[in-house]
């Protein structure tokens, strides 16, 4: 599926920018999955200046979404009308550290950020070293994992506007819950500061070194995946509910319910978004039919399925 290409009428209205635009860009390579279809178009912002420049010159009518890593994202097959903005690591993904305080930009891995941190004797920051997202991910969902959230360590994030305005939240304007922010969807979240505490190298090494060995034991992360696919329900394990609804090993064309861990779905070669979502739905559906209790995702879906191209696009 093509889309109509915009990109010479954004460049006359932006002569400023500095950028990089790509008419109909596979988003397939851009996500763990490795499924999906093009976006419209794809922007890669210079610096934040530069984005925030783009957006307030970009029509209001037009789109916006924002993909990091890809880690925790189904594309849908149809793709993404619209502008698909990425923060490229060269000038989002710096992090380092002062004191007990690390500094990162959005497009730094969670993983580096714990890496920085423990190098700089910060402890509070290990649990950061299981999550395989990018530090604006984790500002937009609160990510946690190990018995650690974002919002326990983040002391403030920055962000571009729709409108090209740019903000600055404390932590309690963030209004964490589990696994969400309550900040504005349009705000593109740019860095963010994080506090820790110092303490000894080796017990910051030896914590890390657990996370990493839980994951390779307890997580399928060498398989095409998007990481955990439900929100744990409060009270209860997605895994087990899922697990106790016969649905480990559950298949829907090339998608497959994780048998190391029943909490992610993975492409076993020639999966299709449509594959996968469907797979996650029909695993909603037995839980809930099994157990009473119904699962919400975690994985953010976007896009156009070309099994209903007039469905949701979120």
């Keep these: 599926m093509n889309f109509p290409d915009i990109t010479p009428s954004l460049k006359s209205a932006m002569p400023d920018l500095r950028g990089r635009l790509l008419a109909n860009q596979s988003l397939a390579e851009l996500t763990w999955f490795r499924v999906g279809g093009p976006a419209q178009v794809l922007f890669t912002p210079a ?74 004797h910060i402890g509070g920051l290990e649990f950061f070293f299981g999550i395989p997202g990018t530090i604006g991910g984790a500002l937009r969902m609160n990510a946690g994992a190990n018995g650690g959230e974002t919002k326990d360590v983040l002391v403030e994030a920055s962000g571009v506007g729709r409108d090209g305005s740019k903000h600055v939240f404390a932590n309690a304007d963030m209004k964490f819950v589990y696994r969400s922010s309550g900040v504005d969807p349009s705000i593109i979240f740019t860095s963010a500061r994080f506090r820790g505490e110092i303490r000894d190298a080796e017990t910051i090494r030896a914590r890390m070194a657990e996370v990493q060995a839980h994951r390779e034991t307890a997580q399928p992360i060498r398989e095409k995946t998007g990481g955990s696919t439900f929100k744990n329900p409060p009270g209860h394990s997605a895994w087990k509910l899922i697990d106790a609804a016969g649905c480990r090993g559950l298949r829907v064309g090339g998608a497959q319910v994780s048998e190391m861990h029943c909490n992610f779905l993975i492409n076993t070669g020639d999966a299709t978004a449509h594959d996968i979502e469907t797979l996650g739905e029909t695993v909603r559906e037995r839980v809930k039919a099994n157990s009473g209790i119904e699962l919400h995702w975690e994985i953010k879906r976007i896009g156009i ?7 949701a696009t979120r």
């Design 305 to 311: 399925s070309l099994n209903n191209p007039s469905g």
């Design 47 to 120: 610096d934040e200046d530069d984005l925030a420049y783009f957006l307030a010159h970009l029509d209001g009518d037009i789109p916006v979404h924002v993909v990091g890593v890809g880690s925790n994202l189904i594309v849908r097959d149809g793709g993404l009308f619209g502008v698909v903005i990425r923060l490229a690591p060269r000038a989002f993904g710096d992090a380092t550290a002062s004191g007990d305080v690390v500094t990162a930009g959005a497009a730094a891995l969670d993983k580096r950020v714990a890496e920085v941190a423990a190098s700089a």
